[in-house]
């Protein structure tokens, strides 16, 4: 039995925010859970997807957010607790289903937890989606432990179905990735079955119909005010003439900072858990028992800007402040807390020294794993493309082919842009264009830039990297899986076959780990390309991890410098792999040697240089 499925009313457990997470929905008998991964929410799904068949929940691993969204609220509809869970850009994509189905409602209770990024950890952004709520007009939670992360979720059913509506959960990557002592409930016996009951009226939204579920919205808003105004995540800490108002992650860094400045005697805490919609009320009361006011949030001033409207209406008359002292940008900490608190109301506080850092350490930027194969494809495309070729990337590992030496990215804006921003390149520039994208993303969101791009004749190499899985969050499924713990199997949907169906003509399938094979393929289609078109190379080749992962397999040889690399140097240097290292010999010259602990076996190398030579490894 799955570790989340065990223990009962009153033991605790040391979670993740993720896991907490989890385990507020099993307690809240949810039995339909949709996601694409994510970080920092991919946790919540893959731990769904290891348990779902122990409790006959349906597990779903969507295409995209949108799709996650649309599945789950059809379950909702039909009276079974549903759970999406996505990180902040995620929703970007969710949206459109979204804002809707704030009007249409649910049945059953629907959570959605959004987990933003501040400080960019593995994003193109840290948007703030607090913003989503006060848009789309539903109520919001933000968690700041794990525990409230699990009280939060079951509380978000109890509104979802008192209300019918969804209700999010914003969270950030400190929260989903913490850990922390939680209490346990019980779990409930569910079912993944429902009913639904036909209402055109309600459920079709036509313009009339929108008419008249915006005025409902609207009414479930005045009531849900209530609800925030009694919420018992909202809290009041200290006796002091000094207001903090905060809400999230940020409230255990006010608590900190407040201790370590020894002012907790002259400080008064208002910590809000539900601040959608934002407990007016209760804030105009707390500004009438304290001086000043400072505001204590990551990113956007979106509670300070609702505080000063409170302040306004109230009458109060002390100094507010919020961005003026807190950072708007990254996450916040303990000393920013600090020096915020110390700047606004006058306290004493030097920030500490930091021990000064070595100016020579060695730097570790991210890297491609050795052998993996997107590195042999960049290599290859560089060579038979160089420098002229412009070349827009999009999200995965391949991303990492930014960095030196294979340099491989010119511009990135969003997951699947890769494809339609190449198009527009192409009928703008008099260059070569190559765009690379990797299949789970274009399942994702690539379809479509691809389908645009042949309607309107765009002239670009699409080079769409086959690896059978989603690396970057954890190897999780997607439509084109080729491999199982069963071993190799057909996909239930064929990229190849999708990308002939939108209309490509010129489509190769090649083996990057074969060099001198997957450079010839370039070279014709790079020939073919002065003729006008979209052409597509689908590299193919598993993830390494995976495929050990889902197969079981052991690694036979590994290749080691057996003879002179000198002619070699420049291409094993454009390679790039982690597993070279490189000194310099008597005459002063680049060596290289190969570490073998690193090396995957993957052969590239030997094939670039006759003085690498493979050596099979023990039993």
Same mark, same amino acid.
């Given at each position: 039995?799955?570790?989340?499925?065990?223990?009962?009313?009153?033991?605790?457990?040391?979670?993740?925010?993720?896991?907490?997470?989890?385990?507020?929905?099993?307690?809240?008998?949810?039995?339909?859970?949709?996601?694409?991964?994510?970080?920092?929410?991919?946790?919540?799904?893959?731990?769904?997807?290891?348990?779902?068949?122990?409790?006959?929940?349906?597990?779903?691993?969507?295409?995209?957010?949108?799709?996650?969204?649309?599945?789950?609220?059809?379950?909702?509809?039909?009276?079974?607790?549903?759970?999406?869970?996505?990180?902040?850009?995620?929703?970007?994509?969710?949206?459109?289903?979204?804002?809707?189905?704030?009007?249409?409602?649910?049945?059953?209770?629907?959570?959605?937890?959004?987990?933003?990024?501040?400080?960019?950890?593995?994003?193109?952004?840290?948007?703030?989606?607090?913003?989503?709520?006060?848009?789309?007009?539903?109520?919001?939670?933000?968690?700041?432990?794990?525990?409230?992360?699990?009280?939060?979720?079951?509380?978000?059913?109890?509104?979802?179905?008192?209300?019918?509506?969804?209700?999010?959960?914003?969270?950030?990557?400190?929260?989903?990735?913490?850990?922390?002592?939680?209490?346990?409930?019980?779990?409930?016996?569910?079912?993944?079955?429902?009913?639904?009951?036909?209402?055109?009226?309600?459920?079709? %939204?036509?313009?009339?119909? *929108? &008419?008249?579920?915006?005025?409902?919205?609207? @009414?479930? $808003?005045?009531?849900?005010? =209530? /609800? !925030?105004?009694?919420?018992?995540?909202?809290?009041?800490?200290?006796?002091?003439?000094?207001?903090?108002?905060?809400?999230?992650v940020s409230a255990l860094y006010v608590s900190d900072a407040v201790q370590e400045l020894g002012v907790?005697?002259?400080?008064?805490?208002?910590?809000?858990?539900?601040?959608?919609?934002?407990?007016?009320?209760? %804030?105009?009361?707390?500004? *009438? &028992?304290?001086?000043?006011?400072?505001?204590? @949030?990551? $990113?956007?001033?979106?509670? =300070? /800007? !609702?505080?000063?409207?409170?302040?306004?209406?109230?009458?109060?008359?002390?100094?507010?402040?919020?961005?003026?002292?807190?950072?708007?940008?990254?996450?916040?900490?303990?000393?920013?807390?600090?020096?915020?608190?110390?700047?606004?109301?006058?306290?004493?506080?030097?920030?500490?020294?930091?021990?000064?850092?070595?100016?020579?350490?060695?730097?570790?930027?991210?890297?491609?794993?050795?052998?993996?194969?997107?590195?042999?494809?960049?290599?290859?495309?560089?060579?038979?493309?160089?420098?002229?070729?412009?070349?827009?990337?999009?999200?995965?590992?391949?991303?990492?082919?930014?960095?030196?030496?294979?340099?491989?990215?010119?511009?990135?804006?969003?997951?699947?842009?890769?494809?339609?921003?190449?198009?527009?390149?192409?009928?703008?520039?008099?260059?070569?264009?190559?765009?690379?994208?990797?299949?789970?993303?274009f399942f994702h969101s690539g379809i479509t830039g691809l389908i645009n791009a042949v309607t309107h004749?765009?002239?670009?190499?699409?080079?769409?990297?086959?690896?059978?899985?989603?690396?970057?969050?954890?190897?999780?499924?997607?439509?084109?899986?080729?491999?199982?713990?069963?071993?190799?199997?057909?996909?239930?949907?064929?990229?190849?076959?999708?990308?002939?169906?939108?209309?490509?003509?010129?489509?190769?399938?090649?083996?990057?780990?074969?060099?001198?094979?997957?450079?010839?393929?370039?070279?014709?289609?790079?020939?073919?390309?002065?003729?006008?078109?979209?052409?597509?190379?689908?590299?193919?080749s598993p993830c390494p991890l995976f495929e050990r992962r889902m197969l079981g397999t052991t690694q036979?040889?590994?290749?080691?410098?057996?003879?002179?690399?000198?002619?070699?140097?420049?291409?094993?240097?454009?390679?790039?792999?982690?597993?070279?290292?490189?000194?310099?010999?008597?005459?002063?010259?680049?060596?290289?040697?190969?570490?073998?602990?690193?090396?995957?076996?993957?052969?590239?190398?030997?094939?670039?240089?006759?003085?690498?030579?493979?050596?099979?490894?023990?039993?």
């Amino acid at each position: 039995m799955h570790e989340l499925l065990t223990g009962t009313q009153g033991d605790k457990k040391f979670l993740l925010g993720n896991e907490a997470i989890i385990r507020g929905a099993l307690e809240s008998g949810v039995r339909f859970v949709a996601a694409y991964p994510g970080t920092p929410s991919s946790e919540i799904i893959d731990g769904f997807a290891a348990l779902g068949p122990d409790i006959g929940a349906e597990v779903e691993y969507s295409v995209n957010e949108k799709v996650s969204v649309e599945s789950a609220c059809a379950a909702a509809q039909c009276g079974v607790r549903s759970l999406c869970s996505m990180k902040h850009v995620g929703l970007n994509v969710a949206s459109d289903a979204f804002m809707t189905l704030a009007y249409v409602g649910v049945k059953a209770g629907m959570v959605i937890v959004c987990a933003d990024d501040p400080s960019l950890h593995s994003s193109q952004n840290e948007q703030d989606n607090r913003y989503y709520a006060k848009m789309a007009g539903v109520p919001m939670l933000e968690p700041a432990t794990p525990q409230e992360a699990k009280d939060m979720i079951a509380a978000g059913y109890i509104l979802s179905e008192k209300h019918g509506m969804p209700v999010l959960v914003r969270t950030t990557t400190r929260v989903n990735h913490c850990r922390g002592p939680v209490s346990l409930g019980e779990i409930p016996e569910g079912t993944v079955k429902g009913t639904f009951s036909r209402d055109p009226l309600n459920l079709v %939204v036509v313009p009339m119909v *929108g &008419r008249k579920l915006h005025l409902k919205l609207l @009414e479930k $808003l005045s009531a849900l005010r =209530e /609800e !925030a105004e009694k919420s018992p995540f909202n809290t009041e800490e200290g006796a002091g003439p000094w207001g903090i108002v905060t809400s999230g992650v940020s409230a255990l860094y006010v608590s900190d900072a407040v201790q370590e400045l020894g002012v907790t005697d002259r400080v008064r805490v208002l910590k809000l858990g539900m601040t959608h919609p934002f407990p007016e009320t209760l %804030v105009a009361d707390f500004l *009438g &028992r304290v001086e000043s006011v400072l505001v204590v @949030e990551e $990113l956007e001033p979106f509670v =300070e /800007e !609702a505080v000063r409207v409170a302040a306004q209406k109230s009458g109060f008359r002390g100094k507010i402040a919020g961005k003026e002292f807190v950072p708007r940008a990254f996450e916040l900490d303990s000393v920013k807390v600090k020096e915020a608190i110390s700047r606004f109301f006058g306290v004493d506080y030097q920030r500490p020294k930091i021990f000064p850092v070595p100016e020579n350490l060695p730097a570790r930027p991210p890297n491609l794993c050795p052998g993996c194969p997107h590195r042999a494809t960049f290599y290859s495309v560089k060579k038979v493309f160089g420098e002229e070729a412009v070349y827009p990337t999009d999200i995965g590992c391949y991303t990492l082919g930014l960095l030196p030496p294979l340099q491989m990215a010119d511009f990135l804006i969003c997951m699947g842009s890769s494809i339609a921003t190449a198009g527009g390149f192409s009928r703008v520039l008099d260059r070569p264009v190559v765009a690379f994208i990797g299949d789970s993303t274009f399942f994702h969101s690539g379809i479509t830039g691809l389908i645009n791009a042949v309607t309107h004749d765009r002239r670009l190499l699409l080079v769409l990297l086959d690896n059978g899985t989603t690396a970057m969050t954890g190897h999780q499924p997607h439509p084109g899986v080729r491999l199982s713990r069963e071993g190799a199997r057909e996909p239930k949907v064929d990229v190849e076959a999708i990308v002939r169906g939108c209309g490509v003509r010129t489509v190769a399938v090649v083996n990057p780990l074969q060099v001198k094979k997957t450079q010839q393929v370039l070279q014709d289609i790079k020939a073919g390309m002065k003729n006008g078109g979209v052409s597509v190379l689908i590299s193919r080749s598993p993830c390494p991890l995976f495929e050990r992962r889902m197969l079981g397999t052991t690694q036979k040889v590994v290749f080691s410098v057996s003879g002179d690399c000198g002619p070699c140097r420049d291409d094993l240097a454009q390679l790039g792999c982690p597993a070279f290292v490189w000194s310099k010999d008597e005459a002063g010259s680049s060596c290289v040697r190969i570490n073998e602990v690193l090396c995957s076996g993957c052969s590239v190398c030997a094939q670039l240089c006759d003085g690498i030579k493979p050596k099979k490894l023990s039993a």
